[in-house]
């Protein structure tokens, strides 16, 4: 099992245009999180996908929206990019069982908007 | 509002010193915390997790509630330890909930 994994490894975009991003979850996860990263900051929680729906969301605006598809993985997308968007984007993947559950992280997708 | 604070950006030691990492959190319930961490080019994975009560690597971290405070420590610290380290904190949800994570701590083990 390779884990989570993310594609691409790296992207750079202009300002404006849109970007998607991938995740493939670690084998037996059903549930998958999208997180951004900032230079010198942790990670921030963007949404969360369970049976193809979104169920939690971050502080992030409309911008950025997802998809979860029938196999679990799941795409992360923002439009009319900005130059604060660049960072970096980690899929984190997991199956809930009660109140927590223990979450598994990609290698990150690094954004560069010019 | 959900909060964690790592209040060192860096903490340097010399290799068999004591460390420990500063975590507080601010959370109107009942959080689950964690510490992560990311060891060069490698992706961020779990330390450990407070219901667990591990001793992963030779950390510990003790829950305080009533500090808020969710320290990790090792009593001899090894150059492999070097890394960023994340405190984090989960709250509670039907469907797992979402992590919010400290800025992170990077830990230097000295020679």
């Known amino acids: 099992d390779a884990g989570v994994t993310q594609s691409p490894t790296h992207l750079i975009k202009t300002r404006g245009q849109q970007v998607t991003l991938r995740c493939s979850p670690k084998s037996g996860h059903d549930t998958v999180s999208w997180y951004q990263q900032a230079l010198g900051q942790g990670p921030q929680f963007i949404f969360q996908?369970?049976?193809?729906?979104?169920?939690q969301r971050g502080n992030f605006p409309d911008r950025f929206s997802g998809h979860q598809f029938p196999n679990y993985s799941s795409e992360l997308n923002v439009n009319a990019l900005l130059l604060g968007d660049s960072a970096l984007y980690l899929c984190a993947s997991g199956r809930p069982r009660g109140s927590s559950y223990e979450q598994y992280f990609g290698p990150g997708t690094r954004l560069t908007v010019t | 509002a959900q909060r964690v604070t790592q209040p060192e950006k860096l903490l340097s030691v010399f290799k068999g010193a004591p460390v420990e990492l500063k975590c507080n959190y601010s959370y109107s319930g009942s959080p689950e915390l964690f510490w992560y961490v990311q060891y060069s080019r490698q992706r961020l994975q779990l330390l450990l997790r407070h219901i667990s009560r591990e001793s992963i690597k030779g950390f510990t971290a003790d829950l305080n509630k009533g500090e808020t405070s969710f320290h990790l420590k090792k009593p001899f610290a090894q150059e492999e330890d070097s890394a960023m380290y994340y405190c984090a904190l989960s709250g509670q949800g039907k469907y797992g909930n979402k992590l919010v994570f400290g800025a992170g701590t990077i830990l230097r083990v000295k020679s």
């Open positions: 996908y369970y049976e193809e729906e979104e169920r």
